[in-house]
């Protein structure tokens, strides 16, 4: 396993792995915490150290084997104060990870629809591990490249896995993007800004890679912008930059990949926009939990308390601390490790769920008491997800989209999805269409379906879920940018194959057509 940047607040005492014969880097330590490198039989390897003002602390291993270093606070271990630790996300399929020192009762979550192993126990999302002995060792077995875990404590608090998987992907309302497992950028489509980063604005209906020298984790698009994330947590954009969307301090537009600036780390990234206007922002989240965000600003939807546009990160105000995101053509959703969800920017039609129609510029507290695991943004609308695998939505109803077997107009605070469905995974197309996965790899869906984007044969809407025909067990969906009027849809299968149905007027499908379908059709140059 190569080196990694270990990002991690510790809060009580510690273990970190550090890999043999490479350097590490912990970074977050508090400034001024004491630690020692031990060997495998907990033998001092050298000094104990201080970590630098800045709070990092870096080491060469000479060591071909790997050994941990026990960071500790000076305080006392015995409290039971929340401890979330982000797993690196570089071990390859079947690889493992091992994290010692945990403690009794700790909660290990694993991302959605995946399996985590921990010595003899093993769990499928939602279900999760529970240590039994103090300073357990934990072996974590990774089923997915690329794949980070948060551990939780035993006092109810579950945060969701940070999926920062090779099985990312994104639809706009012209274009396909996602990511091969060996970290390349592939994608198909319009290309009318240099979207597909291959230093062309050449159209293409089968996928074409980015230009080479870039290995990434994650992707997203919207409104022909292109923002993906390394796995040293910058971040790199191309396209369309007329707002600054792209965060290089310019509005430039590039037709290959530049990087954000500010030297951040995020572990999740998105951009969106309203592709009738046309305009865009994007967003990144740090290991910590603090959201930066660039671009547009004309509905206060950065969360800065103005409305101010910025072509470089600024952060979103309150002193928020998120564990995922999403982001809607002109709002904004951030999930806490509670499960509180909180919202900013425009709301007209209630997509907020503060039980209002009223705008905000900051953040303010979804409504109800909820406790979700993962936050969907749409067209005027969200979905969320609970634990129970119980899908819930907020906003403009008036396709369907909120599952309810109604038309209502909108609702402003969160309601249910009929029929009894458990997801583990969910997304919102960016024409009013949503979706969730099953455990048994079922994709069902609701809401608009003027171009098959449903996935059943048909182009009539539904105002309740109905499943995607085929028969497939498909492993992820692929995200659906906010752009206001995307209305494709695709999803992985757990061979790495991507299928795709809906619009495909720009060859988005990637089928090497620009027919349309209402059914699942196999995405080219997968895997």
Not at 98 to 107: A, D, E
Not at 235 to 246: H, V
Not at 269 to 297: D, K
Not at 502 to 509: D, E, P, S, V
Request: proline letters at 3%; a negative charge.
């Amino acid at each position: 396993m190569a080196g990694y940047n270990n990002d991690l607040d510790y809060t009580l005492s510690q273990y970190a792995i550090l890999t043999g014969g490479a350097n590490n880097t912990l970074n977050n330590v508090l400034p001024g915490v004491s630690g020692t490198v031990l060997t495998s039989n907990g033998v001092s390897a050298q000094p104990s150290f201080q970590s630098a003002p800045s709070g990092n602390f870096s080491w060469n291993s000479t060591s071909a084997s790997s050994q941990s270093c026990l960071v500790n606070n000076g305080y006392a271990t015995t409290g039971s104060s929340q401890q979330n630790m982000y797993l690196p996300g570089t071990a390859a399929i079947g690889g493992e990870i091992k994290l010692s020192n945990i403690g009794s009762g700790y909660v290990i979550q694993p991302p959605y629809g995946q399996t985590v192993n921990l010595l003899s126990q093993t769990a499928t999302y939602p279900s999760n591990l529970q240590t039994t002995t103090a300073n357990a060792a934990a072996d974590l077995v990774c089923t997915n490249a690329n794949t980070s875990w948060t551990v939780v404590n035993n006092e109810g608090s579950y945060t969701q896995g940070i999926v920062t998987s090779a099985l990312s992907g994104s639809f706009s309302f012209a274009d396909f993007v996602y990511i091969k497992a060996n970290g390349t950028a592939w994608g198909c489509g319009q290309n009318a800004q240099g979207e597909l980063g291959n230093q062309t604005v050449t159209s293409y209906s089968s996928p074409i890679a980015t230009v080479a020298g870039q290995s990434y984790i994650q992707i997203s698009i919207a409104n022909n912008t292109t923002i993906a994330l390394r796995g040293d947590g910058t971040a790199w954009s191309w396209g369309y930059n007329g707002q600054g969307q792209i965060g290089n301090n310019s509005t430039t537009s590039y037709s290959s990949p530049v990087s954000v600036v500010g030297g951040f780390s995020f572990i999740q990234i998105q951009t969106a926009g309203n592709a009738t206007v046309p305009n865009g922002f994007s967003a990144g989240l740090t290991s910590l939990g603090t959201l930066w965000m660039w671009g547009t600003n004309g509905d206060g939807n950065l969360g800065t308390l103005n409305h101010t546009s910025y072509s470089s990160p600024v952060s979103v105000v309150g002193n928020h601390s998120f564990v995922q995101f999403s982001l809607g053509p002109t709002y904004a959703y951030g999930l806490k490790a509670t499960g509180d969800i909180w919202s900013w920017g425009f709301n007209s039609a209630g997509q907020l769920g503060t039980q209002t129609t009223t705008s905000y510029s900051s953040p303010v507290s979804v409504v109800g008491n909820h406790s979700f695991i993962q936050v969907a943004a749409g067209k005027t609308y969200f979905l969320a997800l609970k634990i129970d695998g119980s899908c819930w939505g907020c906003g403009l109803n008036s396709a369907g989209q909120i599952g309810t077997q109604s038309t209502t107009a909108s609702y402003s605070s969160p309601v249910s999805v009929v029929g009894g469905h458990s997801f583990i995974q969910i997304a919102c197309g960016g024409f009013g269409t949503s979706y969730g996965l099953k455990a048994n790899g079922q994709i069902w869906s609701w809401g608009m379906n003027p171009s098959g984007q449903i996935g059943n044969n048909t182009t009539t809407s539904y105002s309740s879920p109905v499943s995607v025909v085929g028969g497939f067990a498909f492993a992820n969906l692929v995200t659906c940018s906010q752009d206001t009027e995307g209305q494709s849809m695709g999803a992985w299968l757990t061979n790495g194959q991507i299928w795709s149905w809906g619009l495909n007027n720009y060859g988005q499908l990637g089928n090497n057509t620009t027919t349309s379908y209402s059914s699942p059709v196999l995405i080219l140059n997968t895997p």
